[in-house]
C-alpha cells in the first residue's frame, strides 16, 4: 500500500512539473503566391487522339493485368469539367497518353464504352478515351 502511495505522489509531481513546464514555439513564414493562369496561346494542342483498350474479366478477374507490374497511372493533369473515370477508361487514357509521348496536358477527354457479357463469368469491356493533347510553349 505504501509502494502505491509513493507512485501516485510521484508520479503527480511528475504531472504537475510537466503543467508548468511547457514549451512553445512559434514562426510565420509568408506564403508566396504561387496560382499560374495559363492560356490557350500558352499551349501548342494537337488534333484530336483516340486511345483504345479491351478488358475482359472471367469469374470477375482481369488475368491479363492482375499479375502486371504496370498499372495505368495517369500523372499527366487533365483538365475536364468534374469527370469520374472508371478502370477502363483509365487504361484507354493510359493508352492514349503511351502512343503520344511528350504531352504536358489533357485536355476534356471523352470516352465509349461498351459491355458485353454473360452474368459474372464472362465481361468484355472495350473502351476508346480521345481527346487534345497540349504541350507549353
Same mark, same amino acid.
Given at each position: 500500500? $505504501?509502494?502505491?502511495?509513493n507512485? !501516485?505522489?510521484?508520479?503527480? !509531481? /511528475?504531472?504537475g512539473v510537466g ?9 510565420n513564414?509568408?506564403?508566396?503566391? +504561387?496560382?499560374v493562369e495559363?492560356?490557350?496561346?500558352? =499551349? @501548342? !494542342?494537337? %488534333? ?7 478488358q475482359?474479366?472471367?469469374?470477375? /478477374? %482481369?488475368?491479363?493485368r #492482375? =499479375? @502486371? *507490374?504496370?498499372?495505368?497511372? !495517369?500523372?499527366?493533369? #487533365?483538365?475536364?469539367? $468534374? #469527370? *469520374? ?7 484507354a487514357? &493510359?493508352d492514349?497518353?503511351d502512343? @503520344?509521348k511528350?504531352? %504536358?496536358? /489533357?485536355?476534356?477527354?471523352? &470516352?465509349?464504352r461498351? %459491355?458485353?457479357?454473360? #452474368? =459474372?463469368?464472362?465481361? $468484355? +469491356? +472495350?473502351? *476508346?478515351?480521345?481527346?487534345r493533347l497540349?504541350?507549353?510553349?
Amino acid at each position: 500500500m $505504501k509502494k502505491i502511495k509513493n507512485v !501516485i505522489k510521484l508520479l503527480s !509531481i /511528475v504531472i504537475g512539473v510537466g503543467m508548468f513546464a511547457s514549451c512553445s514555439s512559434s514562426y510565420n513564414m509568408r506564403q508566396a503566391n +504561387t496560382r499560374v493562369e495559363l492560356q490557350k496561346e500558352d =499551349f @501548342n !494542342i494537337s %488534333d484530336q487522339v483516340i486511345g483504345e483498350v479491351k478488358q475482359i474479366k472471367v469469374l470477375g /478477374v %482481369d488475368w491479363k493485368r #492482375l =499479375f @502486371n *507490374k504496370s498499372r495505368a497511372k !495517369i500523372t499527366t493533369p #487533365l483538365v475536364s469539367s $468534374k #469527370l *469520374k473515370i472508371g478502370k477502363v477508361e483509365k487504361y484507354a487514357l &493510359f493508352d492514349l497518353l503511351d502512343k @503520344n509521348k511528350g504531352h %504536358d496536358v /489533357v485536355f476534356y477527354p471523352s &470516352f465509349e464504352r461498351e %459491355d458485353s457479357g454473360f #452474368l =459474372f463469368f464472362y465481361h $468484355k +469491356t +472495350t473502351a *476508346k478515351a480521345s481527346a487534345r493533347l497540349g504541350k507549353l510553349k
